[in-house]
């Protein structure tokens, strides 16, 4: 028999070692696990200050509830009246959707009329900081609905209409009209009288430029139509695909992406260059219609892509016309404006007139007429894909518009030339295919 002889050879580890290796380990853990909570309870900090930044803004400016209630309030009380107040107040037939409101003063809203899709915008509280016209009403006062007074008769009425648009636009020869049209809108129910609410509403519908302008505009299609109204409330056409360019993207992604980036996305997404064209010389029809057009000449203080949009057809429509003003009182106001460096005298984002130190007072006329401002809106929009053949005229085109200096009048041949120029060139591009 034989004996096998099995050697065992144990390792045996200090126990110290041991404990460093684990005291190691759980060091190691303990630091990942209290970095992952660090950076944990960071995220939820600051998607909670977010979340509570954007609540917080969104409640002051979408105050559409207590607008409604207000406008709702006079209505049932008889101070004023309108073809969507019935809807609004008694039917709910008249929805505030999604708000886009920018300003609180000025609630804007998507909304609903039956089987009409629209735009509602209503007035809260003061008017802007800068209000156009001395004998334009008082913020306070439009609200309040307090003109015309009780007794005042219909001829009255137009005689203050009258005045009130000869105040705004100049005297122009067919303003008469111009208060016959006013008249009309203000027989809400089309039963052949104008009533004491319903003329109060009309009242504090004209003391807004947007009001003002679509009147202006009327046969020129460059703004949406009026749909209805409720004292200063009032209901427009829904334009189909605004801004003028840009995606629209969720708020919680919005304050991360940088300025730059935003803009090089904003270019991404437009239509084709063809429809691009059909826009384009929208705009320019637009500033040719506003430049010495049948009720004086308007100035656009703020030409950027989130005031404008179009319809299916490729049609330019003003989806904010706060800012489009009447230059005869802008100039009339300037003046009062006490400064010291030229930005003293800037109005809205566009109007900059310069500072006279002699006087510490603004000078009236603007640096910039309206078409330069509209073809340096333009300018990378249209030039995007541009086809090969034009682009080279195009940026000439575009770039001897965004040089035009002083107001339009001081070069009225130089600017109608290369605002005919620039329509000709994309229209000739365009005419041959469907877009046109």
Request: charged share 25%; proline share 4%; net charge negative.
């Amino acid at each position: 028999m034989q004996i096998h002889h099995f050697s065992f050879i144990v390792l045996v580890t200090p126990l110290g070692t041991w404990k460093n290796v684990s005291y190691h380990l759980m060091a190691r853990f303990s630091y990942l696990h209290m970095k992952y909570l660090f950076f944990s309870w960071l995220a939820v900090f600051v998607g909670s200050w977010i979340v509570y930044v954007e609540y917080s803004t969104y409640t002051e400016l979408c105050r559409g509830h207590d607008c409604k209630n207000s406008i709702c309030d006079k209505y049932r009380k008889g101070v004023i009246d309108g073809s969507a107040c019935s809807s609004l107040c008694e039917k709910d037939t008249l929805y505030l959707g999604k708000c886009f409101t920018a300003k609180p003063n000025s609630q804007v809203y998507s909304g609903s009329w039956g089987d009409l899709e629209g735009v509602i915008k209503c007035q809260m509280e003061e008017a802007p900081h800068y209000d156009l016209g001395g004998d334009m009403e008082p913020r306070k006062e439009a609200a309040t609905f307090s003109k015309p007074t009780k007794g005042t008769s219909v001829e009255k009425f137009r005689e203050m209409i009258f005045n009130h648009l000869k105040a705004k636009v100049g005297d122009q020869a067919n303003l008469a009209d111009l208060a016959t049209q006013v008249l009309s809108i203000a027989d809400a129910n089309k039963d052949g009288h104008i009533s004491l609410p319903e003329a109060r509403s009309t009242w504090a519908l004209l003391q807004l430029n947007e009001f003002l302008l679509a009147l202006v505009l009327q046969d020129r299609e460059h703004t949406p139509k009026l749909l209805g109204f409720c004292g200063d409330l009032y209901v427009l056409d829904k334009v189909p695909h605004s801004p003028l360019y840009g995606i629209s993207l969720p708020w919680i992604i919005e304050v991360w992406i940088p300025a730059g980036l935003r803009r090089s996305m904003d270019q991404w997404f437009t239509p084709s260059w063809p429809h691009k064209a059909k826009i384009s010389i929208g705009l320019l029809e637009l500033v040719e219609d506003i430049f010495h057009g049948t009720f004086g000449s308007f100035l656009m203080c703020d030409v950027s892509a989130t005031n404008f949009g179009y319809n299916d057809r490729h049609d330019l429509k003003v989806m904010d016309a706060r800012y489009i003003v009447p230059e005869a009182i802008f100039q009339e106001e300037i003046r009062q404006q006490r400064c010291d460096v030229d930005e003293d005298c800037l109005y809205g984002a566009d109007c900059l007139t310069s500072c006279d130190l002699t006087k510490h007072r603004c000078t009236p006329e603007v640096t910039r007429p309206n078409l330069a401002k509209a073809c340096e809106a333009l300018k990378d929009y249209i030039l995007r894909g541009a086809p090969s053949d034009v682009s080279e005229e195009l940026e000439k085109q575009l770039y001897a518009c965004i040089a035009l200096k002083g107001s339009a009048e001081q070069m009225e041949i130089e600017h109608s030339l290369i605002l005919n120029n620039l329509k000709t060139l994309l229209w000739k591009k365009i005419s041959h295919t469907k877009d046109s």
